[in-house]
């Protein structure tokens, strides 16, 4: 067992950061899929985050909750921070 100087002293663990239910979904879509829902998810594409959320329920069986849809969308997300 290490002390705790020793643990301090290595530096914190790395945090592995996953991506939002938004960012898991894309990594699912055909290429041409991820496009088409890639130019939905612009904010001037004309589908609100709850049309989205409805449409992915309907076509691919997945539910992500509308806010989450929005935080992607505003790179407020997981997403951004991924490395």
């Not at 239910?21 to 609100?48: I, N």
């Not at 989450?68 to 997981?78: A, K, L």
Request: glycine share 6%; proline share 5%.
């Amino acid at each position: 067992m290490s002390s705790l100087v020793d643990r301090l002293a290595a530096g914190p663990p790395r945090i592995r950061r996953m991506t939002c239910s938004v960012g898991e979904l894309l990594k699912t879509l055909t290429p041409a899929e991820r496009e088409a829902f890639t130019a939905a998810l612009d904010q001037d594409s004309g589908w609100t985050n709850p049309q989205l959320e409805d449409l992915i329920e309907e076509t691919k069986q997945v539910s992500i909750n509308y806010s989450t849809i929005g935080r992607h969308r505003r790179r407020g997300c997981s997403c951004d921070r991924v490395r």
